[in-house]
């Protein structure tokens, strides 16, 4: 399984076609307390860097994109009855869809755990 970060603070395990999304432990540490989660609806295809899911804190809401062109085959339903997973747990348990991938190469856009490190350290 490969892990890759956007600039947008998502993360995606990959494994074969299918991409496991949510947003990073850092993401979540800027938003504060995880209130609600919107979820895609399973089936829903997106492009890469389409609005797929809602977060919503005490302080703000943010959309979460989709990092890669796919097909929503899975959500963390987990989520819809405890959105504080994110907080507790934002890169394991926290996750919020899976996607069926589109284009494969999409994923060579992406940062590594060491590049996206880095990228936070900048910010």
């Known amino acids: 399984m490969s892990r890759y970060f956007t600039e947008d603070h998502e993360w995606l395990d990959v494994e074969d076609e299918i991409a496991t999304v949510g947003i990073t432990d850092y993401a979540q540490s800027q938003l ?36 890669v062109a796919g097909e929503v085959i899975e959500t963390n339903g987990a989520l819809e009855e405890e959105p504080a997973l994110v907080n507790s747990d934002a890169e394991v348990d926290g996750w919020f869809f899976k996607l069926r991938l589109t284009d494969t190469s999409e994923l060579e856009g992406l940062m590594n755990e060491s590049a996206y490190a880095k990228f936070v350290k900048s910010l």
């Not at 989660?37 to 804190?57: I, M, Q, R, T, Y």
């Open 32 to 67: 504060g307390d995880i209130v609600f989660v919107e979820l895609p609806d399973e089936g829903a295809e997106f492009e890469k860097g389409a609005d797929a899911a809602v977060v919503e804190s005490v302080k703000a809401a943010s959309d979460v994109y989709s990092p």
